[in-house]
């Protein structure tokens, strides 16, 4: 069963003004020519990278984050970052708001995430994700263990794997009980004394006189309509990301107290009105 969050309350419809459909259009153009130089560069790279250094890839996250920079650069979105982002091995852990998220979380940091199996065969989003090293997971236990040795060797092999433990996307206003089932992986023996997991805030402030919800993906919502949203504003808003103190997997007895524990790190980042479910 796929779980999906919604809302008894959607956002309010919105009509384009001309000048929202020319930001939109300048915008959306930049935007994409920015992602189709990063693809460019990465296919590139990709082809000394991958037989020079297999698993490893030194060289095309840079391509990534400087991707993620400039679209917020492009949107004339706030971007600031809290806290140190953790250097040793492991996992990040961070509630999910928006497909902006992605941006957010790789500007100023090489992580590869974590995703759904559908998302792979998404057109254009499936091809971009596997371009950047995404890991795709099916939520099928006979997959556990082939999963559980994919996460074995890109974790072992330096790669920051940051997952979304809320399971769904909300409105930014709240965080949601994280699911432990993925933290189960982080025990398997060749992890658990290995590596740190790093919880992870994300904090969306909406434009002024805008829903506080703005950059809220959520249920149903199509992705096309919300783009146009955010492309077409006239005064953008910001995003805080905050990281907070790693901790060893081994600290924790198991998959269920790692969960516990990195949901109140994650809620307490958060604005007092936003921390609850």
Known sequence: MKFRWDSDVPPADFTLTPGGWLRAGMRGLCMALVILLGVVVSVALRLIERPLHGLHRPWTPYVTQWVCWAVFRVLGMGHEVKGTPMRAPGAVVANHASWLDI????????????????????PGIGHLARLVGTVFITRDPKEAKAQTEVFESRLLAGHKLLFFPEGSSTDGMRVIPFKSTL??????????????????????????????????????????THLLRVLAVRRQGRVRVVYHAPARVDAFADRKALAAWAEAQVRAGMPETRRGR
């Open 103 to 122: 941006f957010a979380l790789n500007a100023r940091k090489r992580v590869y995430f974590v995703s759904k199996s559908e998302v792979a065969g998404w």
């Open 183 to 224: 933290f189960q992986a982080f025990f398997s023996q060749k992890l658990a004394h290995a590596i740190h997991v790093q919880p992870v805030s994300v904090i969306y402030e909406s434009p002024k006189g805008q829903d506080p919800r703005f950059y809220g993906w959520w249920g149903d919502m199509d992705f096309g």
